[in-house]
């Protein structure tokens, strides 16, 4: 019995540790994004950073012109 429950144990931990090596790359990148300066569309180079500033900075509603909730329509 105690084999058994080592084993789960063991096969568990070992298949936990990918999905918090790419949960840590993900916090990385978002942390390199920032809301100073100000930023236009055309210097924003994917999506996920114009959801970003959309989300989190005082002036990422101006990357919304038709308030429609999507960011920078050219890249998204």
Do not use: F
């Amino acid at each position: 019995m105690r084999i058994a429950i080592m084993l789960l144990l063991a096969s568990t931990a070992a298949t936990a540790a990918p999905v918090l090596e790419s949960h840590r790359t993900d916090i990385e990148v978002a942390q390199s994004w920032s809301c100073q300066p100000k930023k236009t569309c055309k210097q924003i180079q994917s999506c996920d950073e114009a959801r970003y500033y959309l989300q989190n900075c005082s002036w990422g509603g101006k990357l919304d012109r038709d308030s429609d909730g999507i960011p920078c329509e050219a890249i998204c």
